[in-house]
């Protein structure tokens, strides 16, 4: 029983490390989402005329997109 013990406190350990290590090794990153990507590499190819086709129920709900901090 303390061999399971051990190996449930090591994965805990794991799992925590896994959680809060990119917050502390990364600080002041952008992270752009994939929609960010996808659109700089569209304006790239079309030379910069590039316009979504959708837009998005939410965002026409409360006229715009929401701030960031």
Same mark, same amino acid.
């Given at each position: ?11 805990? &350990?794991?799992? /925590?490390? /896994? ?5 502390? %090794? ?10 960010? %990507?996808?659109?700089?590499? &569209? ?13 998005? &129920? ?12």
């Amino acid at each position: 029983m303390n061999k399971n013990k051990g190996i449930v406190i090591a994965l805990l &350990v794991v799992a /925590l490390l /896994l959680t809060f290590v990119p917050f502390f %090794a990364l600080r002041g990153a952008e992270f752009g989402g994939s929609d960010d %990507a996808g659109s700089v590499v &569209v304006e790239d190819i079309n030379g910069g005329s590039y316009e979504p086709w959708f837009t998005p &129920v939410l965002e026409s709900a409360i006229g715009g997109e929401i701030r960031e901090k």
